[in-house]
């Protein structure tokens, strides 16, 4: 509306402020009524509530927790299942309150999260409790290593010398955002959300040591993490991006162009596969990357894994699946 107001007023020379419309799916909530005396349909907030639960955990009713009105509290009223929110029902949610205790990118990420822009979805004041648990941790992580991100900031990972832990940690990082890329392009916000946990759950799982390539493998990691978040949680995004130092060293946050999936960090030196033995699943071996059938089959042969499960038997036939597993028979 305003557009089209400005540019009737020469502010503007777009027509439409948009290329393209997302339409997410309606928002549920439950309901609840009573009728009262005139035989009219009365609705409560869900606040004023505490349901009744049968012994399996199901909503089988409801009753008032507050006295509302004449009501005294403990008043049963009848419980109707979840429904579209509406102010005709009392079911809906004011994102002021959500905004006030939470945040704003609590409110943005849990809507963004819990499902599919084009599914309904039905609010849990649990859940967004969970995504503010996660913005915590993403503060709370990058407060922790605050310090030797500052002095990390801009250093050039091409001449640090990383660990194997290293180049693994830098796999799964650019493995992440390659799919976070991927379901931008698709629109699919909650699974971008998902991978921001991902690598949030890597980055604290991490012993970081004091090395310059830790140092530097930690902080291209943050680095990701806030560009990847930005676009669902812009406030503690750029907050972070600035407290950091990212913003002194390569620019503002909104300025950052996206991050550029490096390939060279997803080619692995080494490769995990499955160890059977008479098909069945006895535990794994790990061979470089480059090994041939031969010498997969001797690391297969030569693992503790097998010798447990064969139990002295003696091998008749190795089937090697290339990049998936090797399978004994004995």
């Given amino acids: ?25 309606m928002v549920l909530n439950h309901i ?7 035989g009219g349909k009365e609705y409560f907030w869900p606040q004023d509530v505490e349901h009744v639960l049968d012994e399996g955990g199901k909503i089988v009713g409801a009753r008032l927790k507050n006295a509302v009105g004449d009501l005294p509290a403990g008043t049963v009223i009848d419980y109707e299942g979840v429904g579209t929110m509406s102010k005709s ?6 994102p002021q309150d959500l905004i006030e205790k939470y945040g704003a990118d609590t409110a943005r990420l849990y809507t963004m999260f819990t499902a599919p822009p084009e599914a309904t979805l039905e609010w849990n004041d649990a859940a967004v409790e969970g995504s503010y648990r996660f913005l915590r941790r993403v503060w709370g992580f990058a407060h922790k290593h605050a310090d030797a991100l500052r002095s990390a900031t801009g250093r050039d990972l091409s001449r640090a010398s990383l660990r194997a832990e ?3 940690l830098r796999r799964e990082m650019y493995l992440v955002l390659r799919q976070v890329s991927y379901d931008y392009e698709r629109m699919q916000y909650n699974t971008v959300v998902s991978g921001c946990m991902k690598l949030l759950n890597a980055l604290e799982d991490f012993a970081f040591d004091d090395s310059d390539g830790d140092s530097a493998v930690r902080c291209e990691g943050v680095s990701l993490l806030l560009r990847m978040l930005y676009p669902a949680c812009p406030h503690i995004g750029h907050a972070l991006w600035t407290g950091l130092g990212f913003a ?3 620019g ?4 950052a162009p996206w991050p550029v999936v490096d390939e060279s960090a997803l080619v692995q030196d080494e490769i995990e596969l499955v160890l059977q033995v008479n098909g069945k699943l006895r535990g794994s071996v790990t061979v470089p990357a480059s090994a ?12 503790e894994a097998f010798h447990k499960a064969a139990n002295g038997a003696a091998p008749k036939k190795v089937v090697v699946v290339p990049g998936r597993l090797v399978n004994v028979v004995v």
């Fill in 89 to 94: 029902k009392n079911n809906g949610v004011d």
């Fill in 1 to 25: 509306f305003w557009t089209k107001v400005m540019r009737d007023l020469g502010l503007l020379k777009v027509d439409e402020p948009f290329t393209r419309l997302l339409t997410q799916g």
């Fill in 32 to 38: 609840y009524s009573r009728r009262n005396e005139k």
């Fill in 166 to 168: 290293s180049k693994k």
């Fill in 248 to 250: 002194q060293a390569v």
């Fill in 292 to 303: 041939d059938k031969a010498a997969i089959e001797a690391a297969a042969l030569a693992s």
């Fill in 252 to 255: 503002d946050l909104l300025d």
